[in-house]
Nanobody, 127 residues
Framework: QLQFVESGGGLVQPGGSLRLSCAASGFTLDYYAIAWFRQAPGKEREGVSYISSSDGLTYYADNVQGRFTISRDNAKNTVYLQMNNLKPEDTAEYYC????????????????????WGRGTQVTVST
């Protein structure tokens, strides 16, 4: 059974850090591009960051550039999102998605490109 499990979310104060994990089971992540998306209540799901399958190319949304870092450990079948200097506007449910194609900078943030999704992990940034 193909499955994605996100973890690492929680409550953190502004300026704090969290590291999210996206672990796959039932399939090998090596051949998939992975992206993190997030969705806040009443808002559309938005792309946060992307990492390609082959060459480790990464993309970031403008509002997280310089604060978030995506990485992957294929040996552990896991993708990570290190989030630093968190802001209240980062509060959302975070999801990872897998795409079995190489996505350019112009389209990585469209959720319909991703075939598999996890159930999400909640991140709340608040005092």
């Amino acid at each position: 059974q193909l499955q994605f499990v996100e973890s690492g979310g929680g409550l953190v104060q502004p300026g704090g850090s969290l590291r999210l994990s996206c672990a796959a089971s039932g399939f090998t992540l090596d051949y998939y591009a992975i992206a993190w998306f997030r969705q806040a209540p009443g808002k559309e799901r938005e792309g946060v960051s992307y990492i390609s399958s082959s060459d480790g190319l990464t993309y970031y949304a403008d509002n997280v550039q310089g604060r978030f870092t995506i990485s992957r450990d294929n040996a552990k079948n896991t993708v990570y999102l290190q989030m630093n200097n968190l802001k209240p506007e980062d509060t959302a449910e975070y999801y990872c998605g897998a795409a079995n194609l190489y996505l350019p900078k112009s389209s990585w943030y469209y959720s319909w490109n991703y075939k598999y999704w996890g159930r999400g992990t909640q991140v709340t940034v608040s005092t």
